[in-house]
Each structure stands twice: as structure tokens, then as C-alpha cells.
């Protein structure tokens, strides 16, 4: 009965920097013999022990075989990716595990009763040296890489996908930052995370999808993006880096210019205004009223100048976004952002949405190309914009709030998700009634 069942913890390091990935492996084993069977008292979660101290990721489950003390046992562990948040020693506590063993003996069927529990483990967690201009906030050993077209069309989006692999906290990898790509709009990415070991968390990727709309024709380059972190093996911040890619960009297959269709005096005339304009069919008609027949000749005569007008127009304003990229922004910032609001309920974290989408309508409205500042960025940087200390103050809460959460671990709740989406609706709704009204002032 004492060999039937035997747990044990241990850690792959104990010795680590603040944020980097200690693997806690929770192994139960049973004994392999048939017969026997084992029931945990109390059916459901898995008891961990407490990890105060440290952020925790994703638990990997699956089976074993392994020998203990000259017998084989059926092992089932159970890996957890910690991070330790803060410098000093922390302790993961002892690993308590309660239930029965069952059997046939000679003397029948048997059920025992038997309580386990394992040893604290300390980890001596070493401060992080400071932190150089540009730095991800990352921990870990990583490469970067980017894809993307060679040949692309002016003013029709293209996929640029950064990639970043390597064994670190993912949630610690922040929005790189890119250069400037003066000849292009980039929007704001969506951000993906693959786990590519099947049986952990020691190698992964993060991945961000931009579009890229090249405003200009010619030959240019994406850059090469630089992403810099924290190498515990080093003992030093290093960067990794892409490769510059070249790009040609093609003029756009539409046209811009004003083009008449007619016929003789008395036929069918087709006028084409511009790409998005309709054709117009003006016709005439021996069985009309009239009235319509004296109206005919006032229509023919209105209708072009009112159409070209309207054509005018609408290519001046389409020239407008393509020439001024940080106005496009600011234009669509609010359908963006409400877009991705309305589809908050279905994220698997939704306080992280949320952080993501506030803070990318914030750098479409302030035409910011970096998108992955937090909220001790947010405060000063609305401040210099001159955005009013109420509005400022809501949205530096929202996403400390969002930001706790997240670091915390816990799931938010129903009611919380209602209320700090409401309240993000409300300061995104006073934002955009304070930049109307700057708006107004400097026209």
C-alpha cells in the first residue's frame, strides 16, 4: 500500500531573472500492478500548490512510464510555465494530494485512505539590469523573422507577418516596434500564440498580422525590425533582428480620369465620371408626360456639372487619405475601433482585448506607429497631446485595471466584462467629442 502511490515536484531551474520561464513539473505516479486503482478524494480540478510571486501560463497534462525505488509506475505529470514577477526568493508551496487506494487482497476488496504532500521549493529570483531604450520586456532566448510580398499594388493591402520564436513568457512579448515606413500606411496587428513543443511551453511563437497599404509607387524596402530582450544566458540585453526586404510597388490598375461616351444629337449618351461614380443613362423618350418632356432639357443641362462636382469631390477626398496616412487614421479609427468592441464577448481573454483595442484606437487617433505601450506610457503621452485630465484619467485606469487582470491570471466575470466595457465605450465616446471640438477650433 506505502508503494502505491508516490508524487513528487520539482523545477528544471531554481536559480533564474526576473520573467524568465521556470518549468514546475507535478508528477503523480501509480503503482503498475493489476488490480489496484486510485481515486482522488475530491473529484474535479487539479489541487496546484500556491505560486504567489510568480505569473503563471498554460498546464500541459499527459502520461508516462517511469521505475521508482525498483518498481514501475504509471506517472502522470503535470507542467506549468511560471515566471517570477518580482526579485528575491520566492517559494512554490508544498503539493498536497488526498485519496484512496483500492485493491483485492487475500482478505477481500480494500480501500485506504492515504494523504501526500511534497517539500516547498525556493527559486532565487536575480533582478533584471536596467532596461535599455527599445527593449521588448521579454526574458528568454528568441529569433524574428518577417514575411512578405515582394511585388504588391498601390492601395491595395498586403499581409506582413512578424514572427517571433523562442521559449519566454509570450504575454511579456509587447508589440515590437517597427520603423518607419514613410511610404506606406501599417495598420494595427492581430496578435496570435502557438505553442510548438505539443508537451509545453518551451518553444513557442508570437505572431502579428499588419496589413500594409503602400501609399506610393516605386521601388522601396521593408526595414529590417529590430527585437530586443533580456538573455538570462548572456546575462545581457541582446537584440535579434530581420532581414530588410525590398518591395516594388506597382501603380494601382484604377483609373483616375474624367472619360465621355456619346453618340449623335438624339442617342443614348453614357457619361463616366470617375471609378466610383455610377454611369448615368440619360434617354429620351417620345411617350413621356408633358411635364417630363419640359423638365428633360433642364435635367441635361443640371445633372453633368452636379455629377462632375460630386466626382470632384469624392477623388479629392480619396487623394487626401492616400497623401495625408495620418488623417485616414484618425478618420477610421472610431469604425475600428467599434468593430473589434463589438466583438469582444467572443475573445478568450477579453480584459486583453479590450487593453488592445482602447490602446490601438488611441494610436490611430495620435497617429502612433508603436501600438504596444501600457498604461505607464499612456498618462504622459495624452498629456502632451493635450487631452483633458478627466478623459486622461478614465482611460489610464481602464487599462491598469485590464493590465491587473492579465497579470494576474484570474478570469474576468461576466458583470466585471459588462462594466469595463461600458466604461470603455463611455471615455472612447468623450475622447471623440473633445477631438471634434479641437477639430472645429483649428479649422
Not at 104 to 124: C, H, N, W
Not at 353 to 380: M, Q
Request: proline share 7%; hydrophobic share 35%; charged share 25%.
Amino acid at each position: 500500500v506505502e508503494d502505491a502511490i508516490l508524487i513528487e515536484t520539482e523545477v528544471d531551474k531554481q536559480r533564474v531573472y526576473q520573467g524568465e520561464q521556470i518549468e514546475l513539473t507535478l508528477r503523480l505516479m501509480q503503482l503498475d500492478v493489476r488490480g489496484i486503482h486510485v481515486r482522488p478524494a475530491r473529484r474535479g480540478t487539479l489541487p496546484l500548490p500556491a505560486t504567489e510571486g510568480f505569473y503563471t501560463s498554460e498546464i500541459s497534462d499527459y502520461t508516462t512510464m517511469t521505475s521508482r525505488n525498483g518498481f514501475d509506475y504509471l506517472a502522470r505529470e503535470f507542467v506549468q510555465p511560471l515566471y517570477p514577477t518580482r526579485p528575491g526568493v520566492l517559494e512554490i508551496s508544498p503539493w498536497a494530494w488526498q485519496g484512496y487506494i483500492e485493491g483485492r487482497t487475500q482478505y477481500g476488496f480494500q480501500q485506504v485512505y492515504r494523504e501526500y504532500q511534497t517539500d516547498p521549493i525556493q527559486i532565487e529570483v536575480l533582478p533584471l539590469p536596467e532596461q535599455p531604450s527599445g527593449a521588448s520586456g521579454a526574458v528568454g532566448r528568441f529569433e524574428i523573422s518577417v514575411v512578405f510580398d515582394d511585388d504588391i499594388q498601390q492601395g491595395v493591402p498586403a499581409e506582413l507577418v512578424l514572427r517571433i520564436i523562442g521559449r519566454g513568457n509570450p504575454d511579456a512579448i509587447s508589440n515590437p516596434r517597427l520603423p518607419e515606413i514613410s511610404w506606406a500606411h501599417l495598420s494595427s496587428p492581430d496578435i496570435s500564440v502557438n505553442r510548438l513543443d505539443p508537451e509545453s511551453w518551451r518553444q513557442m511563437e508570437k505572431i502579428f498580422r499588419y496589413n500594409l497599404t503602400a501609399l506610393e509607387t516605386g521601388d522601396f524596402e521593408v526595414p529590417e525590425i529590430t527585437f530586443t530582450y533580456f538573455s538570462p544566458e548572456q546575462e545581457a540585453y541582446v537584440s535579434a533582428e530581420s532581414e530588410p526586404i525590398p518591395v516594388r510597388v506597382r501603380p494601382s490598375a484604377e483609373s483616375t480620369a474624367l472619360v465621355t461616351f456619346g453618340g449623335s444629337q438624339g442617342q443614348d449618351q453614357v457619361e463616366i465620371l470617375g471609378d466610383d461614380v455610377f454611369s448615368i443613362l440619360l434617354a429620351a423618350s417620345a411617350l413621356q408626360p408633358a411635364g417630363a418632356r419640359l423638365a428633360a432639357p433642364l435635367l441635361s443641362f443640371v445633372m453633368p456639372p452636379l455629377f462632375f462636382l460630386g466626382a470632384f469631390l469624392l477623388q479629392r477626398q480619396r487623394r487626401h487619405l492616400l497623401d495625408n496616412p495620418a488623417y485616414a487614421r484618425r478618420r477610421r479609427a472610431h469604425a475600428h475601433y467599434q468593430k473589434r468592441m463589438d466583438a469582444i464577448t467572443e475573445a478568450d481573454d477579453p480584459s486583453l482585448e479590450i487593453h488592445r483595442t482602447l490602446v490601438g484606437y488611441l494610436a490611430d487617433k495620435l497617429n502612433l506607429r508603436d501600438k504596444g505601450f501600457t498604461a505607464h506610457d499612456v498618462k504622459p503621452m495624452l498629456d502632451a497631446h493635450g487631452v483633458p485630465e478627466t478623459i486622461a484619467t478614465q482611460i489610464d485606469n481602464i487599462l491598469r485595471t485590464c493590465e491587473r487582470k492579465r497579470y494576474s491570471g484570474a478570469q474576468i466575470s461576466g458583470d466585471e466584462m459588462v462594466a469595463l466595457k461600458s466604461a470603455t465605450q463611455d471615455v472612447v465616446d468623450a475622447y471623440e467629442s473633445w477631438s471634434k471640438q479641437e477639430a472645429r477650433r483649428s479649422e
